[in-house]
T-cell receptor
Framework: KAGVTQTPRYLIKTRGQQVTLSCSPISGHRSVSWYQQTPGQGLQFLFEYFSETQRNKGNFPGRFSGRQFSNSRSEMNVSTLELGDSALYLC?????????????FGSGTQLSVL | GESVGLHLPTLSVQEGDNSIINCAYSNSASDYFIWYKQESGKGPQFIIDIRSNMDKRQGQRVTVLLNKTVKHLSLQIAATQPGDSAVYFCAENSGGSNYKLTFGKGTLLTVNP
């Protein structure tokens, strides 16, 4: 069974631009979560979607948004990029209809903002 | 508030030794815990999980211990191998309608041949 697929793998943008990252979950998984990983803050929760509905959102500004499609694939968007948005963005999927289920992560998209 | 912290940021062991990675959590409502391994350039990889109604769970070469009294979690790796070198994260979920994991900062495990 294929794992979680994230595209692109690397991305370089400049301040003020916007970016869209894509995630394809494991087949059959209906929950998709997004995390930001930085050396200083570690892994920080962005948001979680299940059946196209956002069920939970982390403490990030409104510039960070996401959505989930009917095939469970998800995208996240960051508008008006700032230098501090440089990070590894990780997508994870799970079967989860309940909260306590293991997440399976993709390899991430490394975003560099110049 | 919720937080998960690690006692040791780095751990260096000899190949073949047993490794113990510790984690403290502060949210007494947390009822589900996971350990992840992250190698350079990769996403976190699931190792083992445990629910709060258990105090010990074993997998292949790994054991997770949960002490709810002192809010402490540990990961034991038996016969550590060079391939075990990675950053290890503990994570907690407080359940209910909280569909997110709160991660610790991570411990870097280095296995010396």
């Amino acid at each position: 069974k294929a794992g979680v697929t994230q595209t692109p793998r690397y991305l370089i943008k400049t301040r003020g631009q916007q970016v869209t990252l894509s995630c394809s979950p494991i087949s059959g998984h209906r929950s998709v979560s997004w995390y930001q990983q930085t050396p200083g803050q570690g892994l920080q929760f962005l948001f979680e979607y299940f059946s196209e509905t956002q069920r939970n959102k982390g403490n990030f500004p409104g510039r960070f948004s996401g959505r989930q499609f009917s095939n469970s694939r998800s995208e996240m968007n960051v508008s008006t990029l700032e230098l501090g948005d440089s990070a590894l963005y990780l997508c994870a999927s799970s079967l989860a209809e309940t909260a306590n289920e293991k997440l399976f992560f993709g390899s991430g998209t490394q975003l560099s903002v110049l | 508030g919720e937080s998960v912290g690690l006692h040791l940021p780095t751990l260096s062991v000899q190949e073949g030794d047993n490794s113990i990675i510790n984690c403290a959590y502060s949210n007494s409502a947390s009822d589900y815990f996971i350990w992840y391994k992250q190698e350079s350039g990769k996403g976190p990889q699931f190792i083992i999980d445990i629910r709060s109604n258990m105090d010990k769970r074993q997998g292949q070469r790994v054991t997770v211990l949960l002490n709810k009294t002192v809010k402490h979690l540990s990961l034991q790796i038996a016969a550590t191998q060079p391939g075990d070198s990675a950053v290890y994260f503990c994570a907690e979920n407080s359940g209910g309608s909280n569909y997110k994991l709160t991660f610790g900062k991570g411990t870097l495990l280095t296995v010396n041949p």
